[in-house]
């Protein structure tokens, strides 16, 4: 993928499925140590055991329209082409976590995209489940909790309306764009 907000989006879709309620993206970028970190954790139904060890295998998926799942192998190898890896842990029935870590500088790896039109269109997949996008660049956080969100509109608003989505979205550009001022 050309983005890495792609293979977020793909794990997010996973979480999605798992019937998760919750969806938590952290993206932690520390330029000194030369580390970004992804993790995505969910509350969803989890993976047993024997499906945990073989979820890395691109022949092994739970989806019956296909017979691969490559979203997080690729991730996988993405992270491992940049001197990083990929850890995940699941608990059956409590949900999973997923961690990936890169040299943030690399010259191999993938840009990180465009995490506005990724949460967007997460949201639209599914506005009644919960998303935290909390993104740290260095001493800089920038947080966005749909659960607040769903205080400030009322139970009448639902979060998949236009005018809504068109606020997340220019906020989430607004929070990144602060964070990467001054970036050296």
Known sequence: ?????????DIAQNS???????????IRENTEENVLLISIRDNGCG????????????????????KVGLGISLFKAAAERCNGSLFIDSD???GTVLKVNFDRNHIDRAPLGNMADTMVTLII???????????TLDKKEF?????????ILGEDVP??????????KNYIIEGIRELTNNLQ
């Open 92 to 94: 059956l029935g409590k």
């Open 159 to 168: 979060l998949g309306e236009l005018t809504v989505l068109d606020w997340i």
């Open 125 to 135: 997949a599914k506005d009644s489940i919960n998303y935290i996008y909390r993104h």
């Open 16 to 26: 999605i499925t798992a019937d998760a309620t919750l969806i938590e993206i952290e």
């Open 1 to 9: 993928m050309k983005e890495l907000a792609l293979h977020i989006l």
């Open 143 to 151: 947080e966005l909790d749909t659960r607040r969100i769903r205080e």
């Open 47 to 66: 993976m047993n055991l024997e499906l945990l060890e073989k979820v890395t295998d691109p022949f092994v998926t739970t989806r019956t329209t296909r």
